[in-house]
């Protein structure tokens, strides 16, 4: 009746307002002729009729312990989280106050901790209800959907996309499918997800949880950079061997032949050293704390981004200048400037001089390229402070690359008969001063190249509004929560 509609409604929403998913029971007695009949081919509204209420049931079913703080680490990303569900306008409120997507409710005064996070909850039948236009016009999408269809889905990942969105989607259901090939990253849950879900899914989350899917794109973050770190050192490093060798050619012996500042073998022994060990060590970096606090990246932008091209060029050009101007130091600057002849060919007395200068060569070249390896590590951010110096020792793989890096290069410089017969060159003794000074002004040179990108260039990424009010939501939540709440 309507008097017992009036009566519960408020009950219902209270409940609701609880997170609690409401259930109602009543009952009525079969006739012996209704009792005869198959109820599964009869309209359930001649069956549903004089029923006996008996009481209203309410389930919790409580988010998991960590969608409250993977919901804020989204937001601490950029990363807009959006809950369309089939619950109760008020029980979905509730859900997603606890796990972050809405505001908590105002107290007395109207005043909150926190910043307002957009629409307030709307039913599928109110969002069905406008215009493409008219949800373009809405300042903000919202951020709940209650009593949701499969409709309603689709609808709110198209207005998504003409805003410029890149959505992923997360369902379980048939009736989440077209939502699912829809999203741009469809998304379905493992244990509890249907078969057409799946197959509708470009990712299958054999977990069922959402906090794996923002571990997952933090570990996104962390490959893409370092993909960028390792083509920085190798392509680096070998457009250094390049310059050093290309201004080589300008050295002429008595012959008017060319001295090579590096032997064939050296030079392959140089790529050995300074290639792949300490390139596959960046591809194995850590993810730095910060990298959440990027914003995501616009989805033209490739693996090689101007930045990583300039960093390469120039990078490349300062350790193959230094290493060929110390094959000069060493010949001209503080020898005699005699080159002698048929030094490519083998070792004399004469060619004392020019094997010692391309040891020289050798050792810049190949511990500039090993030192560069840790500037990648960090693309504008200082590396040679004292705070980075105390993590030196954080990439395991990209330290024992460097040490064992050094270590063979001194072989290769003092092994008799290895140096002077394979390698065409010969160990230094006072030219390590110019070597150790060389490598002190490339440090220098990088972080003064660095501290440039940081005060003259914009950054690559730059937060839109909404990724800056996204991280707004993050940094007061954190400071609410360090501090156990803000005082009046």
Not at 102 to 129: C, I, K, N
Not at 332 to 360: I, P, T, W
Not at 384 to 402: A, D, P, S, V, Y
């Amino acid at each position: 009746s309507d008097d017992l509609q009036a009566f519960l409604d408020p009950r219902i929403q209270e409940m609701a307002r609880d997170g609690l998913r409401v259930l109602s029971f009543a009952y009525r007695h079969l006739t012996e002729a209704e009792s005869l009949i198959d109820l599964n081919k009869v309209d359930r509204e001649g069956v549903e009729l004089n029923m006996t209420f008996l009481g209203l049931v309410g389930i919790y079913d409580p988010p998991r312990p960590e969608s409250l703080p993977s919901v804020m680490e989204c937001y601490r990303a950029g990363i807009q989280v959006t809950m369309l569900t089939g619950d109760h306008p008020a029980t979905a409120a509730a859900i997603a106050r606890q796990v972050g997507i809405l505001q908590p409710e105002e107290d007395g005064q109207g005043d909150s901790h926190y910043v307002t996070l957009g629409q307030p909850v709307m039913t599928a039948r109110e969002f069905d209800a406008l215009s493409d236009e008219e949800v373009d016009a809405l300042p903000e999408l919202p951020n709940v959907i209650a009593r949701c269809s499969p409709d309603t889905k689709v609808k709110m990942i198209q207005a998504m996309h003409r805003r410029n969105g890149i959505v992923a989607m997360t369902g379980d259901g048939v009736n989440d499918s077209p939502s699912l090939k829809f999203a741009d990253v469809g998304i379905a849950m493992g244990l509890s997800g249907s078969d057409v879900a799946k197959q509708a899914s470009e990712i299958i989350l054999t977990d069922d949880n959402f906090a794996t899917i923002v571990r997952a794109i933090r570990e996104g973050r962390r490959i893409f950079n370092n993909i960028q770190r390792f083509c920085c050192v190798l392509v680096g490093g070998n457009v250094a061997e390049l310059i050093c060798l290309l201004l080589g050619l300008a050295f002429r012996d008595k012959l008017n032949e060319t001295v090579f500042p590096l032997s064939p073998v050296a030079i392959l022994v140089n790529n050995l050293l300074t290639g792949t060990p300490p390139a596959m060590a960046l591809g194995l970096e850590k993810a730095w704390p910060t990298i959440m606090d990027e914003p995501p990246r616009p989805p033209t932008s490739g693996l090689f981004s101007w930045e990583v091209q300039a960093d390469i060029v120039f990078y490349g050009f300062t350790i193959g200048l230094l290493s060929i101007s110390n094959f000069w130091l060493v010949i001209s600057g503080f020898g005699d400037g005699d080159m002698a002849q048929h030094c490519n060919k083998g070792y004399s007395d004469e060619c004392n001089l020019v094997f010692r200068a391309r040891g020289a060569v050798f050792a810049t070249l190949t511990l500039g390229i090993l030192l560069h390896a840790y500037n990648c590590r960090r693309i504008r951010g200082p590396m040679w402070n004292w705070r980075m110096l105390k993590r030196f020792h954080e990439n395991k793989f990209l330290m024992g690359g460097f040490i064992s890096g050094t270590i063979l290069c001194l072989l290769c410089m003092y092994v008799p008969g290895l140096n002077t017969e394979v390698l065409k060159m010969k160990g230094i003794s006072w030219e390590w001063g110019i070597v150790l000074i060389t490598l002190l002004v490339f440090l220098i040179i990088s972080e003064l190249y660095k501290f440039g990108k940081r005060r003259f260039l914009k950054p690559l990424t730059v937060a839109t509004e909404e990724q800056v009010r996204l991280q707004r939501i993050w940094t007061e939540s954190t400071l609410i929560n360090s501090s156990g709440g803000l005082e009046k």
